[in-house]
């Protein structure tokens, strides 16, 4: 079946980097571009950016860029998502979710995958 | 690129229908027909309910339905269930950042 799985939980320091996977299986993974999303406690979705697997091309969210790499390793259909110099308030749960062109609805979502900010 | 302004909480009675607005600008909302709109239970993931403005994925309820004039769109739930009661949040395609989401609307049914 069409999935998404995300990788364990982490704990970072104020300072650190981390760096999130998103494996996806059952659909051709470069015919779909992957969206990272997070959600604050308490709080709402926001959009993080995406990349397009195909070709490798990323676009971020403004409040993002500078701090947040996206990647893929087409081989074995994984996205990555790097943020660094992590704040307290980038603790959330973030998601990948797959949508079939820049414009379509994500139907696809990851478990998520809870980053911890803390020192 | 600012969030869309939905209404922080709606609620209604069972059987009853409620509309959720979903208000942007011409570069997102009533620029293009690339509305979406989630469901999110709470400790789970978010599951799209709408696109497109007003079209559903398979398996989705016929009782959601979505549309738009203007700069806002509109998510509505007819013959409401308890298990509707969630948080929905729309999202819209946008001419500069590509995506961008709404607050989130905490639908509670009574």
């Known amino acids: 079946q069409v999935q998404l799985v995300q990788s364990g939980a982490e704990v970072k320091k104020p300072g650190a980097s981390v760096k999130v996977s998103c494996k996806a299986s059952?659909?051709?993974?470069?015919?779909?571009?992957v969206h990272w999303v997070r959600q604050a406690p308490g709080q709402g979705l926001e959009w993080v950016g995406w990349i397009k697997p195909h070709t490798g091309a990323t676009s971020y969210a403004q409040k993002f860029q500078g701090r947040v790499t996206m990647t893929r390793d087409t081989p074995i259909s994984t996205a990555y998502m790097d943020l660094s110099n992590l704040r307290p308030d980038d603790t959330a749960v973030y998601y990948c979710a797959r949508t079939a062109s820049l414009s379509y609805g994500m139907d696809v979502w990851g478990q998520g995958t809870t980053v911890t900010v803390s020192s | 690129q600012s969030a869309l302004t939905q209404p922080a909480s709606v609620s209604g009675s069972p059987g009853q229908s409620i509309t959720i607005s979903c208000t942007g600008t011409s570069s997102d909302v009533g620029g293009y027909n690339y509305v979406s709109w989630y469901q999110q239970h709470p400790g789970k993931v978010p599951k799209l309910m709408i696109y497109d403005v007003s079209n559903r994925p398979s398996g989705v309820s016929n009782r959601f339905s979505g549309s738009k004039s203007g700069n806002t769109a509109s998510l509505t739930i007819s013959g409401l269930q308890a298990e509707d009661e969630a948080d929905y949040y729309c999202?819209?395609?946008?001419?500069?950042?590509?995506?961008?989401f709404g607050g989130g609307t905490r639908l509670t049914v009574l």
């Open positions: 999202s819209s395609y946008t001419s500069s950042t590509y995506r961008v």
């Open positions: 059952g659909y051709t993974f470069t015919d779909y571009y």
